[in-house]
């Protein structure tokens, strides 16, 4: 598409919007003029492609299309067959899975969708064969008793949220954590990394049903053969979450051993992270544990949203383009440069460095709280995350860390020198800023104080480094 047709078909759509809503087309407009206007460093996030996003405001968004492929609860659902059909096949053959399901809302329902085909399938189905039933609707009431009970008193065995882990992998306040009786691992308090050994003694002792691999905030690869090693020595079903990395895995950064797709019984995602789709989830899984996998809805999802499910495709589709491994390359290669950019300035991060696209910056050295230097940063138009440490003294509110991620500024052309400059800039910030105090007077973990002249000065030069890579190039809305 040409740029001016790109701008034409947005000035138009939000002329469109506008007639109904004019406050919503305005909040559009602005939300583009801010992303463009700032460093985006939240390790989370991405740009994706003007036709992904095109792709998401269509009629398809009207359909309901409950069920699955050929077999659905409603009718004239062929479009919509036609769209999940190439959303799945292009997953399967970008990942080499054995298996794709792309209807899940987001990765939380993702990972929903994965334990429940898990518990169905390791729990549900063997006490049918038990009971010599043939589906649910032959079992007793004190069948059902039975099953309740053991259904959900499984054990889940994940990563622990300071160590980097995500809510969904058994953390209390999450259903994962009422779903299941779980427990953590943790990393290295020394070093910071993943304890191959202390994983697995734990699953030992624990003997988990689900072993949970993967991360938010941990600034390292993990060895999957490994952690598969440990689910089979205790009888788990390993379960990786690659919604962070799955842009890297996608890009063939990781491959061998840390390619979560052979080692792992069923591998969950995000699309909209480092793989630079819609805002949606996805299970990948071995034959095994498909059928039950498929059950996704009506298990815990309704109705899939069929316009996002074309955008995976679109999505999935470029992400099949040679030029997507040279971005996630470049995504991994810019992380190094960013934590290098920090270690030479003497600042300290959690494991030492990097090897994925995350950096986790330790802002305790500072005498800030990671909510103040979130703050602080946000002022000078450097946009990132707080986020726990592991050990973290002012818990996952207040945090003492800051989490910064390569993939959006990567996808903005960023290199090597952008990325050691945003360092620069990032730590001019930190080292002129302090805590503030409370309304009374006592020291505060949330307020602080940012020298005068320093906001203006370091969002100058970040407007200078994103002039030079403009975001949706060509793209006018007025
Ligand atoms: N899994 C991991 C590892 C994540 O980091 C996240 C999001 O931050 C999720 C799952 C949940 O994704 P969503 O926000 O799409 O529900």
New binding site residues.
Partial sequence: MTDSLLSSVYRQALEVIGSVEPRIAEATRQELTDQRGSLKLIA?ENYASPAVLLTMGTWFSDKYAEGTVGHRFYAACQNVDTVESLAAEHARELFGAPYAYVQPH??????LVAFWSILANRVETPYLKKMQAKNVNDLTEADWETLRHEFGNQRLLGMSLDAGG?L?HGFRPNISGKMFHQQQYGTDPETGLLDYAAVAAKAREFKPLVLVA???AYPRRVNFAKMREIADEVGAVLMV?M??FAGLVAGKVFTGEEDPIPYAHIT?T?T??SLRGP???MVLAQEEFAADVDRGCPMVLGGPLSHVMAAKAVALAEARQPSFQTYAQAVADNAKSLADGFLKRDARLVTGGTDNHIVLLDVSGFGLTGRQAESALLDAGVVTNRNSIPGDPNGAWYTSGIRLGTPALTTRGFGHDEFDRVSELILEVLTNTQPGTTKAGGPSKASYVVADGVAGRVQAAADELLDKHPLYPGLELS
């Fill in positions: 989370s987001s990765g939380i329902d993702a990972n995500h969904t993967g991360y938010s979450d919604a962070h969950t995000t909209h992270k805002r949606g989830g």
